[in-house]
């Protein structure tokens, strides 16, 4: 049994896979957090809590309670009662006030685990996984709330979210609703955040806590460039392979917090959750809410075991549809090709070309709908611009179809251009608060999600076009932060709903293009990769990783993303040189090394790229293909970091039986007279034998290869890559 309770000392413990996480009901009926880690047999591990310790008096319900209830750790702090530390729930009641004290009134643990009503979450079959829902109550004010807690059989992986429900008789205001609280007994961590911008986006920052609060955050209506919603809290000793790794990740694509916090005594509080700024959620009687997940991972053997084990989770609990465990077409996408300046000529040459080649599917990036000719016009507007796409979009999916590719196409369907049929039409249908002069971002504005007939309407525009042709991909765009957030409808006390509400409503369509578009397979993007959340991969299976499609940029880029997200679901494209983002000339052959990493495809006019590099794409696609199941389905193992070392990246993936393993290495800066470097593998059999294939007489056993290590041949030049592929004796 993984979900137990001890009756006699009140504490639950949940054991998942080796990690174990313990709770305790203390007697006011406070739910506290007794231990988050490697397994251990005891469930009774009340001692940790030091109720018995100053600043405490001793007996039952005779504490000084100013100071208990500053010092407890609590599993969903309240506010209000004496706790200043980071509260999980604020609210506002029908008197004013805000204090909240939520108490253990009951809990039920079964098998499985419960989809949350209107929000993406991992999900797991009975005998996959055990829940735990305990109830707490505000006996004032009648709001319950339910902490749900899931534990995976064998997975190092603890989930978490929180359901309340107004049970009295006035409504309350919900002001922050946080999804979950740990505690750790001391501030020893550093704190590991995936930072960036719009073409660097997760970059890894790493600082050791110290006291007060240290916090990331997106107030965008995205998840964002700017912080992703992942932390991990790792020991100061911990690196890729050994040391304590606490990873945590919201599964939500909107705004969003996460903070840690060193008390007055040393220890650590980390809350994640929706982001409490501009947040407001009136609950009536009756009424309830839901927050979003926390996945949170253990590992007792560094950062790279945490990934892996997000990977595992991700690719198995989370990625649904047809392309769950498929591999997905290679794609050439005609952004970076053409940009706006493209007609059905245009995409059949370059169709032609590339079927030739061995791509298999032609993605028609943004321009092919209403009049756009630039990003000035059009969102909203989801039907055919003519005099580009000549002979319709029918004939002209026909015409790819006949070359043997598929047809993919892009959408923004969030956005609405004040050139735009749509907007003429529904001027009150853009976010705005009516009065003010609205904010422009890419000369466009956000249509309001929350309202069921502008997603209605949307939706059916996209539907036609869906249902005209033979369409099997999409790219879901979102290219534009959200600014003078409010609603033509919502009444005044729902207005701070709104961000919310929009995010609720982006789901929802979603799920609506997966039930009824099964088989189309659907990439999310946003500015390149500022929706890159595990909400997102709930909906699409792979998502544009970043608008930087630079190989050396993209080292760092796909590092950083690999933290919690696996490579399966990253966008990665081989594009022109000089590289449009950044400048630099690659080698075409390393830009389709880097790009292997992820889901392959090629972003640039194959028509015109030099003939040698044509020459070279079948040979590419052919080594993509030879690797991809492993890239999929494989071991990730991280060997070189080029956020510390910019000379030379390298990585692994190796397959779950161990049987092979691809080893990719690329040279950033050439260093003369330098000998060969010594790397050691990772991953492998220690006891089997391995060969590297162009060298099958060379036997090493697994040990050799990762204690040892391997030479790895200079390279003549910067930015050159290579591959060894090992298999096992
Ligand atoms: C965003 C995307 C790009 C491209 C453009 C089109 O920037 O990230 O890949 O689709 O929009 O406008």
Same mark, same amino acid.
């Given at each position: 049994m993984s979900i137990s309770f001890n009756k006699q000392a009140q504490t639950f413990k949940l054991c998942a896979k080796n990690t174990v996480y313990m709770m305790k009901i203390v007697d006011e009926g406070y739910l506290a957090h007794l231990y988050f880690g490697k397994n251990i047999?005891?469930?009774?591990?009340?001692?940790?809590?030091?109720?018995?310790?100053?600043?405490?008096?001793?007996a039952t319900n005779n504490r000084e309670r100013g100071s208990f209830m500053d010092n407890l750790t609590f599993e969903y702090p309240c506010f209000g009662?004496?706790?200043?530390?980071?509260?999980c729930i604020n609210i506002l009641d029908a008197d004013g006030m805000s204090t909240v004290d939520f108490r253990y009134a009951s809990h039920k643990i079964y098998s499985g685990k419960p989809k949350l009503s209107g929000l993406p979450a991992t999900f797991a079959n009975n005998g996959e996984a055990e829940t735990i829902e305990i109830l707490m109550l505000?006996?004032?004010?009648g709001l319950e709330a339910t902490l749900i807690y899931t534990a995976f059989e064998n997975l190092d992986v603890i989930t978490r979210s929180v359901t309340f429900k107004n049970t009295g008789s006035r409504g309350v205001n919900l002001t922050k609703a946080l999804s979950a609280c740990v505690h750790f007994d001391h501030p020893d961590f550093d704190m590991i955040t995936l930072n960036g911008s719009w073409a660097r986006e997760r970059h890894i920052e790493r600082a050791r806590l110290h006291h007060g609060k240290q916090s990331i955050d997106s107030i965008? $209506?995205?998840?964002?460039?700017? #912080?992703?919603?992942f932390v991990a809290l790792v020991s100061p000793n911990t690196d890729e392979d050994m040391g304590d790794a606490y990873g945590f990740n919201l599964v939500y694509s909107g705004n969003f917090f996460a903070q840690t916090e060193v008390t007055q005594h040393k220890r650590t509080r980390f809350v994640m959750g929706i982001?409490?700024?501009?947040f407001n959620w009136l609950l009536e009687a009756g009424e309830e809410f839901v927050a979003p997940e926390v996945v949170m991972v253990y590992s007792d053997e560094g950062m790279g075991k945490m990934s892996r084990t997000f990977h595992d989770l991700y690719r198995e609990h989370l990625v649904r549809g047809e392309y769950k465990d498929k591999r997905r077409p290679i794609l050439i996408n005609n952004w970076e090709a053409t940009y706006f300046n493209f007609d059905t000529d245009k995409l059949i040459d370059i169709a032609k070309e590339a079927s030739k080649l061995g791509i298999e599917m032609l993605v028609m990036d943004d321009?092919?709908? $209403?009049?756009?000719?630039?990003? #000035?016009?059009?969102?909203?507007?989801?039907?055919?611009?003519e005099s580009k796409i000549k002979g319709g979009l029918k004939y002209l999916v026909d015409e790819v179809n006949k070359l043997g590719m598929k047809f993919g196409i892009w959408f923004e369907p969030e956005m609405i251009s004040p050139d735009s049929e749509l907007y003429k039409a529904h001027?009150?249908?853009?976010?705005q608060i009516k009065g003010r002069e609205l904010t422009q971002s890419r000369q466009q504005y956000v249509l309001d999600y929350s309202r069921k007939e502008v997603r209605d309407h949307i939706y059916s525009m996209m539907k036609k076009i869906l249902d005209s042709a033979n369409i099997e991909y999409i790219k879901w765009d979102m290219n534009r932060q959200l600014t003078?957030?409010?609603?033509?409808?919502?009444p005044a006390n729902r207005q701070r709903e709104l961000w919310h509400r929009y995010v609720l409503g982006v789901y929802d369509i979603m799920e609506r293009l997966q039930v009824d578009y099964p088989h189309i397979l659907l990439e999310n993007c946003s500015g390149g990769g500022?929706?890159?959340?595990p909400g997102m991969l709930y909906y699409s299976p792979?998502?544009?990783?970043?608008?930087?499609?630079?190989a050396i940029e993209r080292l760092k880029i796909q590092h950083g993303t690999s933290m919690c997200y696996p490579c399966s679901a990253m966008g990665a494209h081989v594009s022109d040189c000089?590289?449009?983002?950044?400048?630099r000339n690659t080698p075409f052959k390393t830009r389709g090394h880097v790009a292997m990493v992820g889901t392959f495809g090629y972003e640039l006019d194959v028509t015109k790229i030099p003939q040698e590099d044509r020459d070279y794409i079948p040979y590419q696609i052919q080594e993509f293909n030879k690797y991809n199941s492993l890239v999929r389905t494989g071991d990730h193992y991280r060997i070189g970091n080029t956020f510390e070392n910019i000379e030379w990246d390298a990585w692994m993936f190796v397959a779950k039986d161990k049987s092979e393993a691809l080893f990719e290495f690329v040279q950033v800066l050439m260093r003369p007279n330098y000998t060969s470097r010594r790397l050691k593998l990772k991953g492998?059999?220690?006891?089997a034998y391995y060969y590297e294939e162009s060298k099958p007489d060379i036997k090493l056993s697994g040990e050799a290869l990762m204690s040892a290590g391997i030479n790895v041949p200079t390279l003549w030049g910067d930015y050159q890559s290579a591959i060894l592929h090992f298999i096992k004796a």
């Open positions: 047999p005891d469930d009774d591990l009340t001692y940790l809590l030091r109720l018995d310790e100053n600043p405490f008096t001793p009662l004496g706790d200043y530390r980071e509260s505000d006996k004032h004010t965008k $209506g995205e998840s964002s460039h700017q #912080n992703n919603p982001n409490h700024k501009d321009g092919w709908f $209403g009049h756009r000719d630039s990003d #000035n016009s059009s969102l909203g507007d989801w039907f055919v611009y001027p009150d249908w853009a976010i003078e957030v409010g609603s033509t409808t919502l500022a929706r890159f959340d792979q998502i544009w990783t970043s608008d930087d499609t630079d000089p590289n449009h983002t950044v400048g492998l059999d220690p006891n």
